[in-house]
Nanobody, 117 residues
Framework: QVQVVESGGGLVQAGGSLRLSCATS????????MGWYRQAPGKQRELVAV???????SYADSVKGRFTISRDNTKNTVYLQMNSLKPEDTAVYYC???????????WGQGTQVTVSS
């Protein structure tokens, strides 16, 4: 069983920054594709950013140029640096771990990000 734990959420004013962290248990973290997703009230969960095992990244159009996903394989951790935050970024942010050899994905419990105007 893989444990995924997010941290770093909170309340911030528009224009501010936050850094989310996602720690994952288990070995061979470097083989994981790690993704950040978010879900706002009344909306579907959406992909925010993803980093592959080779380090390639992809972002939702709404966060390009403002958010940066990165990983530290020595710490089994992925980060989401969020700058120039907007009220529409308010959501619960979830981390997901995937690996080709796994039969399922593993999700964290989520961390709340609230951006005030």
């Amino acid at each position: 069983q893989v444990q995924v734990v997010e941290s770093g959420g909170g309340l911030v004013q528009a224009g501010g920054s936050l850094r989310l962290s996602c720690a994952t248990s288990g070995s061979l973290f470097s083989l994981n594709t790690m993704g950040w997703y978010r879900q706002a009230p009344g909306k579907q969960r959406e992909l925010v950013a993803v980093v592959s095992s080779s380090g390639g990244t992809s972002y939702a159009d709404s966060v390009k140029g403002r958010f940066t996903i990165s990983r530290d394989n020595t710490k089994n951790t992925v980060y989401l640096q969020m700058n120039s935050l907007k009220p529409e970024d308010t959501a619960v942010y979830y981390c997901k771990a995937d690996r080709r050899s796994w039969s399922r994905s593993y999700w964290g419990q989520g961390t709340q990000v609230t951006v005030s105007s």
